[in-house]
């Protein structure tokens, strides 16, 4: 009969309040690593959807909402800008490349984007079948758009006018599904991407034939369809009403990043928006509500180790006549110290197995309940090095609520323990 | 002449006291080796004092203890710890068992905390001995008092002692009891080869020793 078995026949006497020590503590533990891999995972998909992207430039209004809208489509656009901007911006000297995006429809509230293939080969996207579109209204799916609309290639469907779903549809302009995406962890999986023209020509907008040399050869696999993007050029403008989103910016030079921007913003109607700075407010937002979450579980860690100090008290007063007892059989002080110690780290690690068992397990519950986390990565099977943080803290918690009770079983007075016959 | 048998428990000049009051006043017993003996006393004349200071788990205000050879005044507090877990035996008076742990694990728990290996066939030879071998996996709670009692007796002889102490194991028994419990010590420490020291104020059981020491009580 080791110490260790002494101490989980203790912990198995006290049922109840075992369970419940281990479950305050698997809480506050399992809550903060499913924070964790939350914030992890939507951190990482912030700077992964904004990798490369100097600039934004669009209409007027909240920079915020410009980068959510364009980069992250998460919000509604601030507005238009004429299409000759992207030919502006594209000439000048500071600046490397310029994408343009059109917004204003969607399929079952993923958004249909209007633009170059750059946009696709900007994340790295290739197709997993099909090709990249050739001509107006051939769209390419992203791989989550694929999978919740069942739409193949060549499947055909209407666009909804508007972000949301059930917007009125543009039934005289249906949409041919010429290429799919494979999944590339970034926004692009929850897009449907095809050229500006068509988002144009859906709303009534004349367009310009393209030059023979923009088209992509058709009839290639999907493997020789990679780096059709290095070829694409805009479509020229002819009516006024031609307008773009927003422009999405890579400088040529550091030096653009302190000229560009007042440029922008001197330009009537233009707002120039960093997805750096942009990011940098929306996650210190979040950080808010991330930091009063992670505070509430560790004040149930906290809650968890003052349970635990007062299971462990109240079982070391039932209990001092057995330590007494063990005394006479030998025990020096120090074993009967350890003991307690090790009853409460056995109660901090089994809190610690079944709060990581928790968060992971809560993880992958969410990721499969909700598309929109899903999407982000989320996974119970992946882990993050704070964990570590997180376990030794709970260790921590576990050996200073015992280390009071293991003190007293260390001084405990063998003679008035047996005398007092209880 | 005969040369002095050998003194398994040697006690010189001992005093105890708690602050000032005196509890408990010995001025020499020898118990040899093998030699049952009987420490008799009303309420309040030392007896559970004298045993708890041959077993070191306090210290004498004055005088000297020595059992098997060692004198405990000349052990640190770990090695005195040590020595009560390999050379002594100890049956409480309220014959306290570890609640959680079964009665085969309480004896395991005595060997282990005494440093020994855990030795299976002896623990089961000594529970069949004291007539409790089908009882081994229950828990304290479940048994009578008379199987507390036996139980009490086993755990204190699973490592071997050389010295067994008993605190009032008859106190609260009737006669037929009382003389079962006795019978059951005497026996079971002859069998191990034990010296046995009862502390009682239990007059029924003197007539199963030889050789006593009487307790006054202080004022």
Not at chain 1, 189 to 202: G, H, P, Q, Y
Request: aromatic share 6%; proline share 4%; hydrophobic share 50%.
């Amino acid at each position: 009969m080791s110490l260790l078995g002494l101490s989980l026949a203790y912990l198995r006497m006290r049922l109840l309040g075992t369970c419940l020590n281990l479950l305050l503590l698997a809480l506050g533990v399992g809550m903060i690593v499913l924070l964790l891999l939350f914030s992890a995972k939507l951190e990482e998909r912030l700077t992964r959807d904004a990798s490369g992207l100097d600039l934004v430039i669009g209409a007027k209004g909240s920079p915020l909402q410009l980068i959510l809208s364009s980069i992250y489509h998460l919000d509604i656009p601030t507005g238009n800008i004429p299409f000759s901007e992207v030919q502006r911006w594209r000439s000048h000297d500071l600046v490397e490349t310029v994408i343009p995006l059109a917004l204003g429809d969607s399929l079952g509230g993923f958004r249909i984007v209007g633009t170059e293939p750059a946009y696709a080969g900007h994340y790295g996207a290739s197709l997993s079948e099909g090709r990249f579109w050739d001509a107006p209204f051939e769209a390419v799916l992203g791989s989550d758009v694929a999978e919740r609309t069942n739409l193949g290639i060549g499947d055909r469907f209407f666009g909804n006018h508007g972000l949301a779903p059930g917007g009125p549809a543009h039934s005289d302009h249906p949409y041919e599904v010429v290429g799919l995406l494979i999944p590339s962890a970034s926004v692009l999986d929850r897009l449907v991407l095809t050229d500006v023209d068509s988002v144009w020509a859906a709303h009534g907008i004349e367009v310009a034939k393209r030059h023979d040399e923009s088209k992509i050869e058709p009839g290639g696999d999907a493997d020789q369809q990679q780096e059709p993007y290095a070829r694409a050029v805009a479509p020229q403008p002819v009516d006024d009403r031609q307008a773009v989103t927003a422009l999405l910016l890579s400088y040529r030079t550091p030096l653009a990043a302190v000229q560009l921007p007042p440029l922008v913003n001197q330009t009537k109607g233009l707002q120039a928006a960093a997805p750096a700075l942009e990011m940098a407010r929306l996650l210190s937002m979040i950080g808010i509500g991330v930091d009063a979450i992670r505070g509430f579980s560790l004040l149930l860690m906290a809650t968890a180790g003052l349970s635990l100090f007062i299971g462990l008290t109240n079982a070391l007063q039932a209990r001092r006549y057995d330590l007494a007892v063990m005394r006479t059989m030998g025990a020096s002080p120090s074993i009967l110290f350890v003991q307690l110690l090790l009853e409460g780290m056995l109660l901090a690690g089994g809190g610690v197995v079944l709060g990581l068992l928790l968060g992971h397990g809560a993880a992958s519950l969410l990721a499969a309940s909700f598309t929109s986390i899903e999407t982000l990565g989320l996974s119970g099977f992946a882990w993050v090095a704070e964990e570590a943080y997180v376990v030794a803290l709970a260790l921590a918690v576990g050996l200073v609520a015992a280390l009071i009770p293991a003190i007293q079983a260390y001084r405990t007075d063998i003679a008035a323990v047996l005398a007092s016959g209880r | 002449m005969a040369a002095p048998s050998t003194a398994l428990l040697e006690i010189n000049s001992l005093v105890r006291r708690y602050g000032d009051r005196t509890v408990l006043r010995v001025d020499a017993w020898r118990v040899p080796a093998a030699r049952h003996s009987l420490v008799l006393g009303a309420s309040g004349s030392g007896k559970s004092t004298l045993l708890h200071l041959i077993a070191g788990l306090i210290s004498p205000s004055e005088g000297q203890i020595t059992v098997s050879g060692q004198r405990f005044s000349d052990l640190s507090g770990r090695e005195r710890d040590a020595f009560r877990g390999r050379h002594l035996g100890i049956v409480l008076q309220n014959l306290h068992l570890i609640g959680a742990l079964s009665l085969r694990d309480n004896l395991r728990l005595a060997q282990s905390l005494a440093g020994r290996a855990i030795e299976p066939d002896w623990i089961a030879q000594l529970l069949d001995q004291v007539g409790l071998i089908s009882l081994a996996r229950q828990k304290p709670e479940m048994l009578s008092h008379g199987e507390r009692q036996r139980a009490a007796i086993a755990r204190a002889l699973v490592n071997r002692p050389t010295l067994l102490l008993a605190d009032e194991p008859t106190s609260a028994l009737d006669d037929d009891n009382a003389h079962n419990v006795m019978e059951l010590l005497l026996r079971q420490a002859t069998l191990s080869g034990a010296t046995l020291i009862v502390a009682t104020h239990d007059q029924r059981i003197a007539p199963h020793f030889d050789d006593r020491l009487v307790l006054e009580a202080y004022e």
